[in-house]
């Protein structure tokens, strides 16, 4: 199952909830044999909306965990996409990108009809969202490999479980 975003996070604090394992684990139980999770991003700041899942705090990964679980108790893979929404980010108050440059869209292209103009990342804040990925990058690993250990005690090799 392809990665769609669903937009389903109702506390806006990036954790899936009910919504998300029925929705994915349900898949997995009529017989879907690799999932991928939506959009997850790895800080609040860079999901499309405050209704996109993330994976940027410890909090979160339990919540991935159970829902892990479940689905490879039906013999299904499970892959999750990280990403950085970046000049697209809609909610953040301020999106960023590699340039401040705006770019010109499509109403239909967007939630809200239009983007912010985004702030250029600095050296320091691109070193920092590496690192970001990386962090979220243990955490799919940790999430997918059962659960053994910190999260931050895994190097990811492997983002399908």
């Known amino acids: 199952m392809a990665p769609m975003c669903q937009y389903s996070v109702t506390k806006e604090d990036g954790t899936p909830y009910e919504w998300h394992f029925v929705h994915h684990v349900s898949r997995a139980v009529g017989g879907t044999g690799l999932i991928i999770m939506e959009m997850t991003s790895v800080t609040p700041e860079g999901r499309i909306t405050n209704g996109d899942l993330g994976l940027w705090s410890d909090e979160q990964v339990a919540h991935y965990q159970r829902i892990i679980n479940q689905i490879k ?24 990108g590699a340039s401040d440059i705006p770019v010109e869209v499509l109403s239909e292209e967007t939630i809200n009809g239009e983007l912010k103009p985004p702030r250029a990342l600095t050296n320091q804040e691109v070193e920092e969202t590496i690192q970001q990925f990386k962090k979220a990058g243990a955490a799919v690993f940790h999430v997918s490999s059962g659960g053994e250990g910190p999260p931050g005690e895994h190097k990811p090799k492997n983002t399908v479980g």
Request: no cysteine.
């Open 73 to 96: 108790k039906y013999d299904a893979k499970v892959g999750i996409q990280i990403a950085h929404a970046g000049r697209k980010a809609e909610d953040a108050n301020q999106p960023v």
